[in-house]
């Protein structure tokens, strides 16, 4: 809306930020970003956000919208173009129920496969696909993106999952995605990360690989 001072505090590897920005981006909203050191909290977050002292924090027009599934409903309730909801009460509801499924089922399941060694990894791992697969049984087919026809709120809240699955390939050496298991939702994530607005949202690869190896070694010798 013209005139709406718009400021996004994140910071730049968290997925929950990068949830938001997408959000901006495809409602083509014009905003200030500012960049969080997390060690190192600004005044501003903690003004904004004195409860849990995190991010990101959207902030229309002074005011401090806290948690990144939150912040989608408000920018969707905000900014009506480009609708990230379904207009039907059954399919919001619907999409909701899965959004909280990914951040109460999937995070945590894939957060232990990234921190945990030997047993405590494989059966954490095995969980966690069992988890993408519960999760690909909610996706059509026959259509483009989790709400249908159109890139929506359960696309925005589950891309990054795609982007992590990487990570932790990478450097726990565990395979969570693939075109056995979950082929349906292994093509979705290649096909939705690779719509530029998404993608030139995502940070750069290496970058997010050497931050998250990074934080792995610190969990690692943290719990040794």
Not at 77 to 99: C, I
Request: net charge negative.
């Amino acid at each position: 809306m013209a005139g709406d001072k718009v400021k996004l505090l994140g910071f730049w590897g968290s997925r929950f930020t990068l949830r938001v920005k997408w959000a901006l981006s495809i409602k083509e909203i014009e905003y200030e970003y500012v960049e969080e050191d997390l060690p190192n909290k600004s005044p501003m977050l903690l003004q904004y956000n004195p409860v849990y002292k995190k991010i990101p924090i959207l902030v229309h027009n002074g005011k401090p919208i806290l948690e990144s599934l939150v912040i989608l409903e408000y920018i969707d309730e905000t900014w009506k173009n480009h609708p990230l909801l379904p207009e039907d009460p059954f399919e919001r509801a619907t999409s909701r129920f899965w959004a909280k499924f990914v951040d109460d089922k999937c995070v945590p399941t894939i957060f232990q496969t990234f921190s945990s060694t030997s047993d405590l990894k494989d059966k954490a791992a095995k969980e966690t696909r069992e988890n993408l697969k519960t999760l690909e049984s909610s996706l059509n087919p026959h259509k483009p993106f989790f709400g249908g026809e159109k890139l929506g709120f359960m696309d925005i809240t589950v891309a990054w999952l795609g982007i992590w699955a990487q990570m932790v390939e990478k450097i726990v050496d565990v395979i969570l995605l693939d075109d056995k298991d979950t082929p349906l939702l292994n093509a979705w994530f290649r096909y939705v990360l690779d719509l530029p607005v998404i993608k030139d949202n995502i940070p750069p690869l290496d970058r997010l690989l050497a931050h998250n190896k990074d934080f792995h070694d610190q969990l690692i010798a943290t719990n040794s």
